[in-house]
């Protein structure tokens, strides 16, 4: 048995969406493998066992916070060394980059591979799915729903900043990148003095990024997210310690589905402020 491991490039997407649907049973975005690809085109990598595709793994840096994601086996090759090969040289690529910490979001039954490789358990993230129509909340506040195109733009700026202080790094390209794909599909709630205070994006079928310090943001956000067209049921990945949330999504007709364990390897503690962080990008962008 031979194993290798190649960089991923775009004739691999749907290789990698194959992998993956096999791996998780169900299915997962091309546009997202093809995100990760052009924000971290060194990072992304492919397994075979001899020269048959066999798993696929990446990692995502912000400056010194990384997250790994994607990381799956296609079953007919698991306990071959495949997640190990894949992590260890992920992790590689991290100590050279000069990562200082690494996160991601493990299922139950990864957790024990990420563990041996220094990962510790702080949080989980909840996967929350609209069940049904939405139903009209009544926030105190109201966001707003703005263009904003490009990098360099008011609110592009405005809302960089304020993940870059909720997240812990900065994530001023995947910002610029989704608000490029979709514009006119970021939510912005201001204070008193006009300054952005929370923000939402609206993905095809996912609320996120996000970010909102009280629910009286995270109500106005999500009611302004909510009357914008959704190619599916939207999700939202919450962080478990975000407490807030919880009453906001189920008063708005959101139902938690599954869960997943976040792990950190590095700093004793995540980057940023998870109760504030209303919505992960994906499991693979944080």
């Known amino acids: 048995m031979t194993l290798s491991l190649s960089r991923m490039t775009a004739d691999d997407v749907d290789i990698a969406a194959a992998i993956a ?11 997202d493998i093809r995100r990760y690809l052009a924000l ?3 990072g ?6 001899d020269g ?8 995502t840096a912000y400056g010194q916070h990384a ?6 086996t296609h079953p007919d090759f698991q306990r071959r060394g495949v997640a190990t090969s894949l992590l260890a040289t992920l992790l590689a690529y991290a100590d050279v980059w000069g990562v200082r910490s690494v996160a991601l979001d493990a299922t139950e039954e990864g957790a024990a591979l990420y563990r041996r490789h220094g990962f510790v358990q702080v949080d989980r993230t909840v996967v929350w799915g609209l069940t049904g129509s939405p139903v009209a909340g009544r926030a105190q506040r109201t966001a707003q729903t703005v263009v904003a195109e490009g990098a360099g733009t008011t609110e592009l700026a405005a809302i960089a900043a304020l993940d870059a202080e909720v997240f812990g790094a900065n994530r001023a390209r995947l910002m610029a990148r989704l608000l490029e794909e979709r514009p006119g599909r970021a939510c912005v709630v201001r204070d008193r003095a006009g300054q952005a205070s929370a923000y939402a994006v609206a993905q095809a079928g996912r609320v996120g990024p996000a970010a909102a310090g ?12 909510l009357k914008l067209h959704f190619e599916e049921p939207p999700r939202i990945l919450v962080p478990e310690r975000n407490h807030l949330a919880t009453a906001v999504l ?3 007709g959101f139902a938690r589905q599954r869960s997943t364990r976040y ?3 590095g700093p004793a503690s995540a980057p940023g402020n998870r109760s504030h962080l209303l919505g992960l990008a994906s499991f693979g962008l944080g």
């Open 52 to 59: 048959t595709p066999a798993g696929i793994g990446g990692i």
């Open 21 to 31: 649907l096999a791996a998780y049973g169900r299915p997962y975005s091309r546009h």
């Open 44 to 49: 992304w990598l492919m397994a075979r066992i």
């Open 214 to 225: 009280s629910a009286a943001d995270a109500a106005a956000l999500l009611d302004a997210v």
């Open 250 to 252: 189920q008063a708005r």
């Open 67 to 72: 997250v790994v994601g994607l990381m799956a």
């Open 263 to 265: 792990m950190v390897r």
């Open 40 to 42: 971290q085109p060194d």
